[in-house]
């Protein structure tokens, strides 16, 4: 991992990194372009569930603020918790249309 990142973006690293140590295995040069591309799309949601366990959630405010407050909470980018509180409202409409 880069130690020169701020520390947000290092701990979203972490968790990017992380998933692909448990998870994934093989040389990404050598595999199917459209293989390596779903171990990268893997890596970046495990990033943000990991990040930001749903469970999690009753610590962080949920108003008009929560991007921030979840970001001060978990100790990630903005842009990571707006990408996994959309994910957990998106999820959580479609179970309700069921």
């Not at 990404?28 to 390596?36: D, I, K, N, T, V």
């Not at 509180?85 to 249309?97: D, G």
């Amino acid at each position: 991992m880069d130690s020169r990142l701020p520390d947000l973006q290092r701990r979203q690293a972490f968790f990017h990194e992380l998933c692909h140590i448990l998870r994934h295995e093989g040389l990404q040069g050598a595999m199917p372009p459209l293989f390596r591309e779903w171990q990268e799309w893997d890596a970046v949601n495990f990033a943000r569930c990991a990040a930001i366990p749903r469970h999690m959630l009753h610590y962080i405010r949920l108003d008009g603020d929560a991007v921030a407050h979840a970001s001060e909470v978990f100790q990630v980018p903005p842009r990571l918790c707006e990408e996994r509180l959309q994910q957990i409202l998106n999820r959580k409409r479609e179970a309700s249309a069921l």
